[in-house]
C-alpha cells in the first residue's frame, strides 16, 4: 500500500534515503550485467 507522506520532516528524511540508495547504485548497464550474470550463475547450480 502506497502512502503520501507531505510532512517536510519525513520528505527530507525519505529523499535523503532515496539519494543514498541511487548514488550506491551502478549505472544502469553495468546493473544489468551483473544480473545476467548471476542469473547465469545460478542456473548452473539449480
Request: aromatic share 4%; proline share 4%; hydrophobic share 45%.
Amino acid at each position: 500500500m502506497a502512502k503520501i507522506h507531505d510532512t517536510p520532516a519525513i520528505v527530507d528524511r525519505l529523499q535523503g534515503a532515496y539519494h543514498l540508495a541511487l548514488s550506491d547504485a551502478l549505472p544502469l548497464r553495468e546493473s544489468l550485467a551483473l544480473l545476467k550474470a548471476t542469473a547465469k550463475d545460478y542456473g548452473h547450480h539449480a
